[in-house]
């Protein structure tokens, strides 16, 4: 017997789309209830739980870009290297 009942639920346990669903879930499900903690306000807490993450995703895409021209950088040669020396 699979650690999870059977085998469909298992592929659905280890599928990325599901893991990205619950992830968005609990983010927005701690921002909520920390700005509600916060300000006892619904309205906000629900606005912030939802802009929150948006600004996010832009950010982490400019990120991204920065990320990849930096390792792109890193990974070119400078002509630096000592030389090589063969016996």
């Known amino acids: 017997m699979a650690p999870f009942g059977n085998d ?3 592929e659905l346990i280890g599928c990325p789309m599901t893991k ?3 992830f968005a879930v609990m983010h927005f499900s701690i921002a909520f ?3 509600y903690a ?3 306000s619904l ?3 629900g606005a912030v739980a939802l802009i929150e993450p948006v600004l996010n995703t832009v950010a ?3 990120h991204e870009k920065f ?3 930096w390792e792109h950088r890193r990974a070119r040669p400078t002509g ?3 030389p090589v020396f063969r016996a």
Do not use: A, D
């Open 8 to 10: 469909s639920q298992q």
């Open 20 to 22: 990205t669903f619950t």
């Open 33 to 35: 209830g920390v700005v």
């Open 38 to 40: 916060m300000t006892g």
């Open 43 to 45: 309205l906000l807490g």
């Open 60 to 62: 982490f895409y400019f």
């Open 67 to 69: 990320w990849n021209r």
């Open 80 to 82: 630096l290297e000592p």
